[in-house]
């Protein structure tokens, strides 16, 4: 049961970030710390890419695990009301990743998906990150 009124619910929902959001923040101010240059959300790119490594030929999109549902997460739980609404909601986004992953990957390009909740381990082990985005693509 939702604890707060359906207009309530409507302001949080709202005000739900769809770019520079604080795990995207994150992951750019590591990658440039790092020395990577990269471009951000380039229109021209199916799903608008939150960072794209033109150098690299790499893209990297920042999912939300709740939005992006992220397989086994404890993040990506299904809202108690509403559920129809938020099933379709939620596999049309899947499916829409998808797509936009499987075009990128056929124009060229390296698509990397970063996780919210992957973002701590991640500069823990930023090296083997960083040579996944400098090795090649031919070489994939």
Known sequence: MDTVSPAQ???VMANV???DTR???ALRSLLFRHGFRFRLY???LP???DIVLPRYKTIIFVHGC???RHPGCKRASMPASNAAYWGRKFERTVARDATNKRILE???WRVIIVWECELRSLEREFDAFAAMIRRPVAAL
């Open 106 to 108: 056929h124009m060229g």
């Open 66 to 68: 709740f939005w992006h």
């Open 17 to 19: 970030k769809g770019r």
């Open 23 to 25: 795990p995207e923040r």
């Open 42 to 44: 380039q229109a021209g």
């Open 9 to 11: 619910r409507s302001r």
């Open 47 to 49: 799903g608008k890419p």
